[in-house]
């Protein structure tokens, strides 16, 4: 009798684990679904090393290094009060900018330099050749630099206002790109506040540069 009940049973027990084996294997499957999506969402979100988005971060990371560099060198070259206040706005606002850049790059986890040319990241043909120390369309050279440092007053006032007519040209140009290619909302809203920046700016220098009988290089 115990035979027969045996013969009878066994072929059951597997059917009592039937539905646990069903809600695992469900979960396990609702699991991965999870890790694919997350991925997913992960790589949808995170630029690449070579992206618009990590290129243009880089390179005018460098770009506003310059122009904080070029205002803190004119507030020790003159006394006078606007190109001062403009400098101390230049620095405030570039090195604040700069700091977002960096950190995006940061919270991307990518690295801050890359081995390819400035601006590449914009998909054309780049007609500027980096020469001493100017990497990138609109950056003073080193010559320029260092005459910046030896001027004085107006003379000092009008170079300055000169070589940040043309950083801020060649920054309007590469936020724009980025404003046009980036996909990191962060960033298209950085670019976009750069140029409209940039160009206020600009049209206050023009009026700066002709109260001293100047005018901005060609």
């Known amino acids: 009798m115990s035979d027969t009940t045996d013969m009878i049973k066994s072929p059951r027990t597997p059917a009592r684990w039937l539905p646990y084996a069903g809600a695992a294997l469900a979960l396990c499957l609702a699991v991965l679904a999870l890790v694919a999506m997350t991925t997913s969402r992960a790589d949808a ?16 990371a460098v770009h506003h290094q310059q122009a904080v560099e ?15 206040r403009l400098a101390y706005d230049v620095i405030n606002t570039q090195a604040n900018q700069r700091g977002m850049l960096l950190g995006r790059l940061d919270a991307w986890g990518l ?12 998909n054309h043909e780049m007609d500027y050749k980096p020469h001493d120390g100017s990497l990138m369309p609109g950056m003073a050279t080193d010559t320029e630099m260092d005459k910046l440092r030896t001027a004085k007053d107006k003379d000092a006032e009008v170079l300055y206002l000169q070589l940040l007519t043309a950083h801020h040209q060649g920054g309007i140009d590469m936020a724009q ?25 600009m049209t206050l220098m023009a009026d700066m540069l002709a109260d001293r009988g100047a005018s901005a290089r060609q």
């Not at 690295?111 to 914009?122: G, I, L, N, Y």
């Open 45 to 60: 979100t995170t630029p690449g090393a070579d992206s618009a988005d990590a290129g243009f971060a880089r390179d005018m």
């Open 177 to 201: 790109g980025a404003a046009d290619l980036a996909e990191d909302p962060t960033v298209v809203r950085l670019a976009e506040g750069m140029v409209r920046g940039q160009q206020s700016e």
């Open 70 to 84: 070029l205002s803190f060198v004119v507030r020790d070259r003159t006394d006078d009060e606007e190109v001062r």
């Open 111 to 122: 690295p801050k330099t890359s081995q390819k040319s400035p601006m590449a990241w914009m």
